[in-house]
């Protein structure tokens, strides 16, 4: 009799437990940052013009890594945010190359050539088609490409020095990316 | 003068099928279908608002795309998996039955039954009579009383 009744009274307490566990382990994740289903897929198949010679279109079979993928676009302040970073990078080894999302391609040309161009090459991107085949749902996103040309990380949001050590360095090593010359080649060690 | 104001009406009628959104179909059943899907697609942008009621360019983008497909002749199916292959589960107001989402289905037909099944043995217990629990020392209280009672009865 007295250890049914204690079972029912502690099973409001094990339900608040289950509760508190639930709810906790939300806490600190950002419900903004949605998973990406790209990952270790291959690259979407496009077919889209480059930024810097719209006469010439690229397709998947360009996208071949170990190569750092940006979306960015001159209407994303957050990409501002992270762009010297990005050319930092860059100039340290990583090769790099954009996406320009639904931007205006003279805009982005010149955005370029004033704030210097972290990439080899650009896709032209002015529609979004390829944004939305690849599950963008803001710039900036940030792709590990490797070298059979499939996706092994998205991050969202802007690099800073300690998501680039912590986080992509981590996957970029893991996937056989260039290792440049040294190993200060991770940002804000140092500088 | 009918013609005029038959042309009125058409030209009014034609504008406000336009402005409602910029998009023809070919039938109503596929236009149906479009303002079924963009109601169940959820903006990943925008967290907590529908495709239909969002006004960030993606969920425009998806809207384009969710009108390409219907007029492809693709299936509702078909094109919320097709979003969901970009997008992830997140996009779906339907959330599809996996394990991991099975507490979710059954979660609240589960708890449904623990609370039935609480309430019933409650009801059970309080209609059962209240069993007294009776000493021996009165018990044989009752047994000499029951006999007092009966000489009394005996002695007229």
Redesign the interface.
Same mark, same amino acid.
């Given at each position: 009799m007295s250890r049914t009744k204690w079972i029912l009274f502690s099973l409001p307490l094990i339900g608040f437990a289950v509760m508190v566990y639930f709810f906790g382990s939300a806490i600190g994740s950002d419900?903004?940052i *949605?998973?990406?289903?790209?990952i270790d897929k291959p690259f979407p198949a496009f077919e889209l013009p480059t930024l810097e010679n719209p006469e010439q279109t690229v397709n998947q079979t360009a996208v071949k890594g170990p190569l750092l993928l940006n979306v960015w676009a001159t209407w994303c302040p957050t990409c501002i945010v992270e762009h010297p970073l990005l050319v930092e990078l860059s100039r340290r080894g990583i090769p790099m190359v954009g996406l320009n999302y639904?931007d205006e391609p003279d805009a982005a040309r010149k955005y370029l050539e004033i704030n210097g161009n972290p990439f080899k090459w650009n896709i032209a991107d002015v529609?979004?088609d390829l944004? *939305?085949? *690849?599950?963008v749902?803001?710039a900036p996103e940030t792709y590990l490409i490797d070298a059979e040309g499939k996706i092994r990380h998205r991050f969202v949001g802007a690099i800073t020095p300690d998501v680039w050590r912590k986080e992509l360095w981590p996957q970029w090593q893991a996937m056989g990316g260039v290792q440049p010359e040294d190993a200060a080649a991770q940002p804000g060690g140092s500088s | 003068m009918i013609r005029c104001f038959l042309l009125l009406f058409m030209l009014v009628g034609g504008t406000a099928f336009a402005t409602i959104d910029a998009y023809e179909f070919r039938t109503m059943e596929d236009e149906e279908r479009f303002r079924q899907l963009v109601a169940e697609l959820r903006c990943p942008k925008c967290q907590n608002q529908n495709i239909a009621d969002s006004n960030a360019g993606l969920a425009k983008d998806i809207k384009d795309r969710t009108y390409l497909l219907i007029n492809e002749g693709r299936s509702n199916r078909e094109i919320t998996a097709y979003m969901v292959e970009r997008y992830g589960d997140f996009i779906t107001y339907r959330p599809p039955m996996r394990p991991v989402t099975w507490f979710l289905w059954f979660g609240p037909f589960l708890l449904a039954l623990l609370a039935a099944a609480i309430i019933f043995t409650i009801k059970l217990r309080q209609k059962s009579p209240p069993v007294t629990q009776v000493t021996p020392e009165q018990e044989a209280k009752v047994q000499e009383l029951l006999k007092k009672l009966e000489q009394s009865d005996k002695q007229p």
């Open positions: 419900p903004s *949605l998973p990406s289903t790209r639904k529609k979004g944004g *939305l085949d *690849l599950g749902y803001g | -």
